[in-house]
């Protein structure tokens, strides 16, 4: 009986180690990439209304888009988000002391905004994929509004802040960087690269609230 209950703690311990690879993985790959490319498509936006329809148009014609969105966006995100919600409440690590407190917050952090970014994304498609028309003023129209842009402040700041902390987890989870110096410059580098993709972000919401009704 008790040789059962072993190898069943075994593989459940298996499952649970392949799900926490696949998380993290999932995270970067297609995630984080898609993040960056996506706020930098939209940062097109800047150079007015010509520039960024010009690049939706490029988008919406690709070939296989549907397949291609729900095969490499709709289900990585589906399962990163969930097995994110799975996660979230064991916010008691039980090593937490041997973390310093800015290690604490930040992995609190990682888990509030996870939480926020699954009903901004859930918001975001609902309120412009399903348009057929999508146009630099069908964007505008919502976010001159201060109610949506401040939500996708929010949106934006959450997802960005994900994104670089948890680009620096993932470089300690896979081993890229082990000891504390190249953890401190792994932290120096990511925190520059989640400046610029804010920044990057934070332009292309601007240009939509401070643009002109048609
Ligand atoms: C849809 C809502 C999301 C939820 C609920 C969520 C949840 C989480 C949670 C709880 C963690 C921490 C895992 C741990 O400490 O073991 C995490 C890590 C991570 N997430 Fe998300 N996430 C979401 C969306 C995203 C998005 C859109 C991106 C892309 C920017 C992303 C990128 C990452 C990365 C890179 C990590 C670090 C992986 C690692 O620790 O190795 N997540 N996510």
């Not at 180690?17 to 706020?39: E, N, Q």
């Amino acid at each position: 009986m008790s040789t059962n209950n072993n190898s069943l703690q075994v593989s459940n311990n298996a499952l649970e180690f392949w799900l926490r690879r696949l998380h993290s993985l999932t995270g970067l790959i297609p995630l984080s990439l898609f993040v960056v490319f996506h706020l930098t498509a939209n940062n097109s936006a800047i150079k007015g209304p010509e520039a960024f329809n010009a690049v939706v148009n490029i988008l919406r014609s690709l070939p296989y888009l549907e397949i291609v969105e729900i095969s490499i966006l709709g289900i990585p995100i589906l399962f990163h988000g969930l097995y994110g919600l799975i996660i979230t409440p064991q916010f008691a690590r039980s090593n937490l002391g041997a973390y310093s407190k800015v290690h604490n917050w930040t992995y609190y952090l990682q888990r509030i905004t996870g939480i926020i970014i699954f009903i901004f994304i859930a918001v975001h498609i609902w309120q412009f994929r399903f348009n057929e028309d999508l146009d630099f003023e069908a964007v505008a129209i919502p976010l001159r509004q201060p109610a949506w842009a401040i939500a996708y402040f929010i949106g934006i700041t959450a997802t960005v802040y994900h994104f670089a902390n948890g680009l620096w987890n993932f470089f300690i989870s896979w081993g890229f960087t082990i000891g504390k110096n190249a953890q401190t410059v792994s932290g120096y580098i990511c925190a520059l690269i989640g400046l610029i993709v804010l920044t990057i972000g934070y332009s292309a919401l601007w240009a939509f609230y401070s643009s002109l009704p048609n």
